[in-house]
């Protein structure tokens, strides 16, 4: 059974920081490309952060970049976002989410793995 498990959300002040993990099973990490995703209230999902499988290369939205790092552990089949200097509109659920391929993808329906979701709340 594929399951995606994100955990570390909850309340913080603006400046802030969280790590955010998600613990995978049912599939083989390595394998995989992931991604992490932001809804915020209201809107859509948006990618915040992506992983190739293969060279690790990283890819990050305009307004995270120097704050947010994706990482993983193949090993533990888990997946990290360190998030800091946390500001209010970085509030919402946070998704991780897994797809098989060599490459890092931005879309969301580019991915058909995801998490449940952890709410992230960053107070002014």
């Known amino acids: 059974q594929v399951q995606l498990v994100e955990s570390g959300g909850g309340l913080v002040r603006a400046g802030g920081s969280l790590r955010l993990s998600c613990a995978t099973s049912?599939?083989?990490?390595?394998?995989?490309?992931i991604g992490w995703f932001h809804q915020a209230p209201g809107k859509e999902r948006e990618m915040v952060t992506c992983?190739?499988?293969?060279?690790?290369?990283?890819y990050c939205r305009d307004s995270v970049k120097g704050r947010f790092t994706v990482s993983r552990d193949n090993a533990k089949n888990t997946v990290y976002l360190q998030m800091d200097n946390l500001k209010p509109e970085d509030t919402g659920v946070y998704y991780c989410?897994?797809?098989?391929?060599?490459?890092?993808?931005?879309?969301?329906?580019?991915?058909?793995?995801w998490g449940q979701g952890t709410q992230v709340t960053v107070s002014s």
């Open positions: 992983m190739s499988r293969s060279d690790g290369q990283t």
């Open positions: 989410a897994a797809t098989y391929g060599s490459f890092w993808y931005l879309f969301h329906y580019e991915y058909d793995k």
């Open positions: 049912g599939f083989t990490l390595e394998y995989y490309a």
